[in-house]
């Protein structure tokens, strides 16, 4: 059974620092993608940041490029996403998925791409 789970949300003030993690157990994410998705009250969820397994791509949304990093240690199955200069709007529950197969870059946005989620985890940024 493929499991992903979040840890590492929390209340924080504007322009704090956050690192969410996602550990994987029942199969390896080495070779398939890692995605970090956040859905807001009322909002649809979106896309956030993705690393690619086999090339090492990475990819941001807009709203987040240069205040969040997306990284992986393979070794440990575990994919991490550091969060930077938060902001009231990051404020989100933030969600992890993984691919099971290699996805192209055309691909890696979309959240139906992705075989396994997690349950999610708070991150409240107060101003």
């Known amino acids: 059974q493929v499991q992903l789970v979040e840890s590492g949300g929390g209340l924080v003030q504007a322009g704090g620092s956050l690192r969410l993690s996602c550990a994987a157990s029942?199969?390896?994410?080495?070779?398939?993608?890692m995605g970090w998705f956040r859905q807001a009250p009322g909002k649809e969820r979106e896309f956030v940041a993705v690393?690619?397994?086999?090339?090492?791509?990475?990819d941001y949304a807009d709203s987040v490029k240069g205040r969040f990093t997306i990284s992986r240690d393979n070794a440990k199955n575990t994919g991490y996403l550091q969060m930077n200069s938060l902001k009231p709007e990051d404020t989100a529950v933030y969600y992890c998925?993984?691919?099971?197969?290699?996805?192209?870059?055309?691909?890696?946005?979309?959240?139906?791409?992705?075989?396994?989620w997690g349950q999610g985890t708070q991150v409240t940024v107060s101003s």
């Open positions: 998925a993984g691919s099971k197969a290699y996805l192209s870059n055309t691909f890696l946005r979309r959240m139906e791409s992705y075989d396994y």
């Open positions: 029942g199969r390896t994410f080495s070779r398939s993608s």
């Open positions: 690393v690619s397994g086999s090339t090492g791509f990475t």
